[in-house]
């Protein structure tokens, strides 16, 4: 598998195609649509993830917010804690450092999303939710929170964008919901839900 890149501004999962009755791969696209974009292929059991490896084969990153990224023997990404120095037992596709709001991106069986230092992940429904058995219920895609004054990231769950509504996910942990948002209008979203410029 490719190296994350260092630098990622955005994450897009998708089921790629399956390679036979018993694998799938998913594939994730970085920085979509940028000259620094990558495809990240990811071969994965049909019917369940593999076991948790506690091999850690690459632990070159240094620690990020408390947390520092490593891959496992079974090429999941892992997060150990800093504090302790301890391998957790989340596991990814792919992963990216915790940032300064802290929130990292995580791609989980060809879906996307955010998840917290608690490690409950942005689901679907826009609830930060443990992990459970089920299949990882996140999103086609997502970005790294927006820089100025009211940082948000763009949440995306389907395939095609009507401009009708986009989810915008804010650093307090809550959703914004916009019609056809620039990127510099912030309204507040209890008393204006959907607007136009």
Not at 99 to 106: I, K, Q, S
Not at 127 to 137: H, P, Q, R, T
Not at 160 to 165: C, G, H, L, V
């Amino acid at each position: 598998m490719k190296k994350l890149p260092k630098e990622i501004i955005s994450i897009k999962g998708s089921v790629y195609s399956f390679v036979d009755k018993e694998t799938e791969r998913y594939a994730y696209i970085f920085n979509e649509g940028t000259d620094k974009e990558v495809r990240v292929n990811v071969l994965l059991p049909y019917y369940s993830r593999p076991d948790i490896s506690f091999d850690i084969i690459d632990d070159s990153r240094d620690f990020v917010n408390g947390f520092k990224l490593v891959q496992t023997a079974n090429m999941e990404y892992a997060y150990v804690k800093e504090e302790g120095n301890t391998l957790l037992p989340f596991r990814y596709d792919v992963a990216t450092d915790f940032n300064e709001y802290g929130y990292a991106m995580v791609g989980k069986d060809g879906k996307v999303s955010w998840i917290d230092k608690n490690f409950k992940y942005l689901n679907s429904k826009y609830e930060m939710v443990n992990e459970d058995s089920s299949k990882f219920n996140g999103f086609l895609s997502v970005s790294d929170f927006s820089k100025g004054e009211h940082p948000l990231s763009k949440v995306c769950s389907c395939s095609y964008d009507w401009n009708k509504k986009t989810s915008y996910f804010g650093v307090d942990g809550k959703i914004k919901e916009f019609s056809r948002y620039d990127g510099e209008i912030i309204r507040d979203s209890n008393s204006i839900k959907n607007f136009s410029y």
